[in-house]
């Protein structure tokens, strides 16, 4: 089981950056692939980014591709999401999420633990 809550949002003007943190509790999260996801309002949730449990692999949706960067630092169990170069189009509730499994994924359902979500605001 693990446990996660997110951290860092809040309010920035296009152009800017935030760091996304997302604390984990319970003992085997350097087990879990990591990801981000994120759900604007009217719209579907969306994948934004993942890291392997080691976190030797990544992988970004082309939207943040090059603006966005996650890493994980398993002895804090947290993971984290690096956001450059802000667009109002990222306004959205950012998801952190694990996965019990040694393959990347992108598609919310393969993911059983979610966090609270955060929010992002981006104005322009």
């Known amino acids: 089981q693990v446990q996660l809550v997110e951290s860092g949002g809040g309010l920035v003007q296009a152009g800017g950056s935030l760091r996304l943190s997302c604390a984990a509790s319970g003992r085997t999260f350097s087990s879990y692939a990591m990801g981000w996801f994120r759900q604007a309002p009217g719209k579907e949730r969306e994948f934004v980014a993942t890291i392997s449990w080691s976190g030797g692999n990544t992988d970004y949706a082309d939207s943040v591709k090059g603006r966005f960067t996650i890493s994980r630092d398993n002895a804090k169990n947290t993971v984290y999401l690096q956001m450059n170069s802000l667009k109002p189009e990222d306004t959205a509730v950012y998801y952190c999420?694990?996965?019990?499994?040694?393959?990347?994924?992108?598609?919310?359902?393969?993911?059983?633990?979610w966090g609270q979500g955060t929010q992002i605001t981006v104005s322009s």
């Open positions: 999420a694990g996965h019990l499994s040694p393959v990347l994924s992108a598609t919310p359902i393969d993911y059983g633990y």
